[in-house]
């Protein structure tokens, strides 16, 4: 069963930094692509970024400029650098990929950024 679990949400002034990451374990494959989405209260949830193969990336215009994707050394894994956050910014954002047609979620991680 594959299983994506993110950490290193929390509550930070803006104008701060956060750092997101996402491990996934149950599998040998590589899950492509890979990517987090936020959503806030009462809001849909969104696309924040992907990473494809061969490290091509998308950007909510939103966030571009300011947050980074990026995938780690250890296989299937991702990190959400967010850099010069805004109070608009909160959310509880999720970890997203892809394996073999099969779409999979983390749990969540909540982001909360005070003015």
């Known amino acids: 069963q594959v299983q994506l679990v993110e950490s290193g949400g929390g509550l930070v002034q803006a104008g701060g930094s956060l750092r997101l990451s996402c491990a996934a374990s149950?599998?040998?494959?590589?899950?492509?692509?890979m990517g987090w989405y936020r959503q806030a209260p009462g809001q849909q949830r969104e696309l924040v970024a992907v990473?494809?193969?061969?490290?091509?990336?998308n950007y909510a215009d939103s966030v571009k400029g300011r947050f980074t994707i990026s995938r780690g050394n250890a296989k299937n894994t991702v990190y959400l650098q967010m850099n010069s956050l805004k109070p608009a910014d909160t959310a509880v954002y999720y970890c997203?990929?892809?394996?073999?047609?099969?779409?999979?979620w983390g749990q969540g991680t909540q982001v909360t950024v005070s003015s």
């Open positions: 990473v494809r193969s061969g490290d091509s990336t």
């Open positions: 997203h990929g892809v394996l073999l047609g099969h779409v999979y």
């Open positions: 149950g599998t040998s494959f590589s899950i492509n692509p």
